[in-house]
């Protein structure tokens, strides 16, 4: 691990984060479009070189494929970001899996509730054709984000953003009334999200070594 280059790279990430909010903010579309896919290389590589599991780092990687699909209007160009951001969810589930162990059955409960009330409210709203791709994706999406308590509050509070995120996307599909500069609210609690899901991840494992690390040192100490 290398926690020089770990903080430049996190300092890097989040002036891009700034300078895609302030893009969108002040309509400046080619700051966008130049901020947004340095977004989640940046954060993959902190995650590495912060000696991050791989499976972090692919879910982050398949998110920046995300990103730069959506850049796109057009429909296959959105159905093949949403399964690459599908398939960044199922890197995480598999991380949370065996990286701790699972919460109560209340809290499932209440995502499963959270699942069925959003896909119910937006699905006559949804273009036909995006119907079950997108109820199957939030079905992953809802799992990941429950999954993420298990890590604990801030990736739990990170999995919580990552579905607010991606519920402002899915009520501008269906048409809903949206906040004013909708993509600025979306980019910053995605941005966030993602943030969160990391800290939660390496804070994890850390915390996990740092016995460990600790015990070793006695052994080595012990005459």
């Known amino acids: 691990m290398n926690p020089r280059l770990a903080r430049v790279l996190l300092v890097s990430f989040g002036l891009a984060v700034v300078v895609d909010l302030v893009s969108l903010g002040a309509g400046f579309d080619l ?4 901020a947004k896919p340095l977004l989640m290389p940046l954060l993959a590589a902190h995650a590495g070189v912060h000696g991050g599991p791989r499976l972090l780092v692919a879910a982050l990687l398949c ?30 589930l598999v991380l949370f899996r065996r990286t701790a162990r699972a919460r109560g059955a209340l809290l499932a409960g209440a995502y499963a509730i959270a699942l069925v009330a959003t896909v119910t409210l937006l699905w006559p709203g949804l273009p036909a054709d995006l ?24 990736a739990g509070l990170g999995g919580a953003l990552f579905m607010v995120s991606d519920t402002l996307i ?42 460990a690390a600790a015990y070793g040192e006695m052994r080595s100490t012990t005459p």
């Open 31 to 34: 700051g966008h479009r130049i």
């Open 170 to 211: 899915a009520t501008g599909v269906a048409e809903w009334p949206q906040l004013p500069s909708p993509d600025f609210w979306i980019m910053l609690t995605y941005a966030v999200a993602q943030y969160l899901l990391v800290r939660g991840v390496l804070g994890t494992l850390g915390a996990r070594s740092a016995p």
């Open 131 to 154: 119907r079950v791709p997108v109820a199957g994706y939030s079905l992953l999406l809802t799992a990941m984000a429950c999954g993420a308590t298990r890590l604990g509050l801030v």
């Open 63 to 92: 998110g920046w494929g995300g990103d730069v699909l959506l850049l796109s209007d057009a429909d296959p160009a959105f159905l093949v970001g949403m399964a690459s951001f599908a398939a960044g969810h199922v890197c995480y």
